[in-house]
């Protein structure tokens, strides 16, 4: 009887930190205002990219490079995010808009 006591205890645990892990990933949601306007900004830049690239506009080595870039914002995003319970704060936004900012002058050059 005190084995399957114990069993319970262990599966009873262990559904609490499944139940807490599935709470945490909702937690980590794109949907949040300035993450889906950061990452709307790098959809559209993405599709600046290959539209330019189609017109002759930028070569693929440099359309690979923005990609890079854009990448590394990306990255930086998420990064951003997990740290601030999926979300970015206003000051990661304005960061992230400069570095986008940067990389969209140099598409339209």
Same mark, same amino acid.
């Given at each position: 009887? !005190?084995?399957?006591?114990?069993? @319970? +205890?262990?599966?009873? &645990?262990?559904?609490?930190?499944? &139940?807490?892990?599935?709470?945490? &990933?909702? +937690? ?5 205002? =300035?993450? &889906?306007?950061?990452?709307?900004? @790098? ?7 290959? *539209?330019?690239? =189609? /017109?002759? /506009? %930028?070569?693929?080595? /440099? +359309? ?12 930086? /995003? !998420? %990064? ?13 936004? =304005?960061? %992230?808009?400069? *570095? ?10």
């Amino acid at each position: 009887m !005190r084995k399957l006591t114990q069993k @319970l +205890a262990v599966i009873a &645990a262990l559904s609490v930190v499944f &139940a807490g892990t599935a709470s945490a &990933a909702t +937690a980590w949601d794109a949907s949040h205002p =300035r993450r &889906a306007e950061v990452n709307q900004r @790098l959809s559209n830049q993405d599709h600046r990219i290959h *539209q330019e690239v =189609r /017109e002759g /506009e %930028l070569s693929h080595s /440099e +359309a690979m490079r923005f990609h890079r870039d854009d990448h590394q914002v990306r990255k930086e /995003e !998420r %990064l951003m995010a997990s740290q601030n319970g999926g979300h970015i704060t206003r000051q990661d936004d =304005r960061a %992230l808009n400069q *570095q986008e900012n940067h990389v969209s002058r140099q598409i339209g050059q």
